[in-house]
């Protein structure tokens, strides 16, 4: 599929979807004859597993970081663990800051809506 698709299905920008390609986060499978980037289903998954990292700050090189290590599971299962296993103990620690601040935000709407009648 083309990039106007995955952007579609993805939920993200064109320009998202190319800079991923750029930083070799997500890079599509193949190029079209005049050059079109063209993506499989497992780069859209790729793709998503990228977007579900943002939400929780992880930076672009802490993804790269994780994406390596899917990509070396193969060759380097105990190394890829280790990595996967790390990240895996930060993305828990960040959503639970998360809930913590949804609930401060859910709080305010309380107060607000509250405050109009």
């Known amino acids: 599929m083309k990039i106007g698709e995955v952007a579609e299905r993805t939920a993200l920008s064109i320009r998202s979807l190319r800079h991923y390609d750029e930083l070799g986060l ?3 499978s193949a ?3 005049g ?3 063209l ?3 497992a780069d859209v998954e790729r793709i998503l597993l990228i977007r579900r990292m943002k939400p929780l ?3 672009l090189e802490r993804i790269r970081d994780f994406c ?3 990509d070396r599971r193969a060759g380097d299962p105990e190394g890829s663990r280790a990595v996967i296993a790390e990240i895996g103990a930060e993305a828990t620690e960040r959503l639970e800051r998360l809930r913590t601040h949804l609930g401060y ?3 305010f709407v309380e107060i ?3 405050l109009k009648a």
Do not use: K, M, Q
């Open 26 to 28: 997500a890079s599509p």
């Open 31 to 33: 190029h079209s004859p």
């Open 35 to 37: 050059g079109f980037r």
């Open 39 to 41: 993506y499989t289903d």
């Open 57 to 59: 700050g992880f930076s």
């Open 68 to 70: 390596r290590a899917l």
């Open 105 to 107: 935000a859910e709080e």
């Open 112 to 114: 607000v809506e509250g």
